[in-house]
């Protein structure tokens, strides 16, 4: 039986728990694992160029900002009901979806304080974004389905475009995805029913142009990444017992990354080293393939059996390479970001 558990519940006091990274050369121990001041967790993402951590909380109405060794540097609330987040391309603004305020924000990275609000409409609760072309994209509710809009952030009167509604094409918000090496590609998957469908459309024109579609890629999309030469897309897909990877030109499925049961999270570092993560279903949560291989160079194991949950998009890598941050759940309801070390040329 599957087991799915939603992070709830107080944080109670730092926490430093042991990580273990398994690699065919020996044995080796995570940076540092720290209880996160938040009960809930839905995204996290890593600013490189202030190094940075980002985790959003949607129970807490806010996003955690952590520098790289983990420490918390600021918690940034009234973000209400925080939820997707994505960087400006020079990693200055941090977008943040705020469903519960039906808006989204833009948070200085510099100075951790919220700079102006953009308005989606009403009742629209946005949720996944990512930037591709010249535009902020957002998932959205509309009527009874999803639906992906946009913003136009770049321009001195940014315009809020709600894209094809209604289409019912998406039966819930799709996870959104692109990759700044094809900027004009935005990456959709569906994330609320199962199966649950991918689409790549064109933005060049400022509106999503389908170019390519697959019906099921394996049940519901959990995480997906763009790969770092923007011509292919991993996925974390409930239902099956391995990561895939399609081509983005035609959506065909041209690998997978035999992780086993239930994959959950995917990041994918600049170098293309991959990191897919599961939850809890086997002897490791974490397996990191590099580049062009679909044999893992190491395992990661969160902590002991009681302290291991890793959570839904939970994954993130620190741009050189050098580190990944993972963010779990455990059986305490506590929410932990740990910082495991790849500093050992395996990832590289």
Do not use: C
């Amino acid at each position: 039986m599957r087991r799915r558990r939603l992070a709830g519940g107080t944080v109670l006091a730092a926490f430093a728990a042991s990580l273990t990274v398994l690699t065919g050369t020996g044995t080796a121990h995570a940076d540092s694992s720290t209880v996160l001041p938040v009960s809930s967790h839905w995204q996290t993402v890593a600013d490189s160029t202030h190094h940075h951590v980002y985790i959003s909380a949607p129970g807490s109405d806010a996003v955690v900002a952590t520098d790289f060794d983990g420490q918390v540097i600021k918690t940034i609330g009234q973000l209400d009901g925080a939820r997707g987040m994505a960087l400006s391309r020079d990693e200055n603004t941090l977008y943040v979806a705020l469903p519960e305020a039906d808006a989204i924000a833009a948070v200085d990275t510099s100075t951790l304080e919220e700079t102006r609000r953009f308005a989606t409409g009403d009742g629209t609760a946005p949720e996944s974004l990512a930037l591709a072309g010249d535009e902020l994209w957002f998932s959205y509710r509309a009527s009874w389905s999803g639906a992906i809009g946009s913003i136009s952030v770049g321009d001195p009167e940014p315009v809020v475009d709600p894209g094809n509604v209604p289409d019912f094409t998406w039966y819930g918000k799709p996870l959104l995805a692109s990759s700044p090496a094809s900027p004009d590609l935005l990456v959709a998957g569906e994330s609320e029913v199962s199966p649950g469908a991918l689409r790549v459309y064109d933005v060049t024109s400022g509106q999503t142009q389908e170019i390519a579609y697959n019906e099921n890629p394996g049940g519901t999309v959990e995480d997906l990444a763009v790969t770092p030469d923007g011509q292919s897309v991993v996925t974390a897909a409930d239902s099956v017992y391995y990561h895939q990877q399609f081509r983005l030109s035609d959506l065909t499925q041209t690998g997978q990354y035999d992780t086993g049961p239930y994959p959950t999270a995917v990041a994918i570092a600049p170098d293309g080293t991959v990191a897919a993560g599961i939850v809890a279903g086997g002897d490791s949560d974490i397996y990191v393939y590099p580049p062009g291989s679909t044999t893992p160079a190491r395992t990661v194991v969160l902590g002991s059996s009681s302290y291991r949950d890793l959570l839904r998009r939970g994954l993130a890598w620190a741009s050189d390479g050098s580190r990944l941050f993972a963010v779990r759940f455990t059986y305490q309801a506590q929410v932990i970001l740990d910082v495991v070390p790849m500093t050992d040329g395996v990832s590289r």
